[in-house]
């Protein structure tokens, strides 16, 4: 056996487990060293993941390939987990929450994220995302104290296992039409299974899947569990949901659907490009009406799934490539605005819009840093979310979908509306007389900075972040 | 073949039996019936070992655990048929997707004659659900599912530690109030406090 293949995995999983393990016998004073601990074994994973020799491999009897892709899924879950990690260890702390079972719960999920990205056979892919689902549920539910985090954790809870069975159901439907589970041979037999009189079958196994990685991407009409979810979820673990759990269903998407379902492209395509669209219009209409920071920004976080789904309904390389790209921009920006929010709720500050109130005054620094990060999700020049919609845009006009290209376009000026409001309530409206002090942890800040960084780099000099993602798009469509 | 009808039969039943049921103890019963009843499918299969493991964690350990966990919450707090919600119009809608789908396949199993799928990585005829080849299949070209699988079981034991044991001070809040209501001095159990807890708030855009 060749475990070389999943040495990543096997680090993260390792250190999770030695985070269990410890956690009983580390004081409260320790517990800065947990938080060490599974920043290092991140580091290690990632380094074990770079220093990869092989590309285009399968491994472990076809259960996995070590192609492009699979790096540069790996890097970006690794890069979201060591960020969310910096800026959950003071939120943690203030809280007077256990920092090693926290910290173990995100390398499982991490694991689990993972291993749904380099699969190549869906029985892998299936446990990948049980890994991960299980770890979310547990991490949206983790502040004892809160019911409103149990409340979502419940709740998410019933919808992904929900979803879970409708992949199961799906997935189960395409090994009986096939009678495989490797990836890379189900698109031709699919196809063959189409000439029979049994076809109609190949239409509800793809819809089935399709129905449920929606569901875990949080596409309309199947997000209406997220905005509680989100809401309700412990802070950190929100930004981890939205930016991991989500480019995870991408990742599986584009594996089992863009590389496995192929041959039926024409088809699924329509389906992911009318979703694309509903999911992008439902999600910034709704968020027009949001009064908190956190629900808005879940419904922002459908808007941009509905954009980054654009690339994958083309299906072409480079709509591949601009997802990917895409998703790179999605990470930055989104940890961004929740080491802003996580700094600020910090010291009691609430979580209402109206709570910005004068923000611009008194810390000009981080509300220039939010402003920065919003820019980046509406689409202005010389952010990342510029270059990434600029990509998406134009992978949709070559691939014949203009339509979709409006799409984009019109939303991504409805979305100006409810960041404008938050900005404006920053810098214009007056600071509240009982405003306290506001201080960021220092991993917050360093989280803070990386964004920032990340957004900047992305938005100016973004050739090789293109070509990054065009080359790990390389063998998708086959 | 007319053992396959007849178990399939029974399995389906079972099935309904589970999410029909009133009374959570009969579900966890008409789960032992199905989860028996999927054990026989897998014997006719010739898959012996996974039949019999089946029965032996499945409808053995598992659903006594099942048992356990219901009779201790349920010592505290009788299950309440009444406030039940019964769901409106779900039930025929569930019933036509469930029809449609079987519908589908059936036709498609009648007119295409679908071949059974050619077996896969475990190997000849022969020796095929022996507990040997299960072994090998299981720790060779299934190795990695089986492991990341040990890690999600590991993780919901992690969880299930995290969310309900812990801290002595937090002890029962946020839990529904049927579990922390506990009588600290063998005070009688104040029934309007043992009625299940109130409905969390749910949904929509507050």
Known sequence: MDFGAVWPEIILAGVGMLLVLLDPFVGAKRQRALGYLA??????AGIATLFEPRTGEVALAGMVILDPLSLFFRLLFLSAALLVTLFSFGFLQERDQDVGEFMALLCFATTGAMVMAISWDII????GLELLSISSYIL????????????AGLKYLLNGALASALLLFGLSLIYG???????????????AALGHPYGGIVWLAVGLVLAALAFKIAAAPFHLWAPDAYEGAPTPVTGYLMVVAESAGFAALIRLVSTGMGPLSTEWGIWLAGLAILTMTVGNVTALWQQNIKRMLAYSSVAQVGYILAGIAVATRGGVGSTLFYLIAYLFSTLGCFAVI???????????IADYAG????RPWLAGLLTLFFASYVGIPATAGFMGKLGLIGAAIHGDMAWLAVGIAVNSAISIGYYWSVARTMWIDPVPEAAGAIRASAGGSISLVLSAVGVVLLGLVPQMFFHLSQWASAGVIR | MITFFIVAAVAVAAAIGVIAARNAVHSVLWLVVHLCSLAVLYMTLHAEFLGLVQILIYAGAVMILFLFVLSLLSARSAPNAAAWEQPRGQTGLAIAAAAVVAALVLVGAAVGNIAAPTQGAAGGAAAFGTVQTFGQALFGPYLLPFEGTALALLTAIVGAVALSAGHDDAAGRGLPATVAAEPADGAP??????APAEPVAT???R
Do not use: K, N
């Open chain 1, 342 to 352: 996580i700094a600020l709720s910090a010291r009691g500050h609430g979580e209402q």
């Open chain 1, 140 to 151: 949206v539910a983790f502040l004892r104290d809160e019911r409103r985090s149990h409340e």
């Open chain 1, 359 to 362: 923000l611009g005054r008194r």
């Open chain 2, 203 to 205: 949904g929509g855009d």
């Open chain 2, 189 to 194: 159990i104040d029934v309007s406090h043992a």
């Open chain 1, 124 to 127: 892998s892919l299936y446990v």
């Open chain 1, 177 to 191: 039409l096939t009678g495989t589970t490797a990836i890379p041979v189900l698109g031709r037999q699919l196809a």
């Open chain 1, 39 to 44: 920043v290092g074994g991140i580091v290690a």
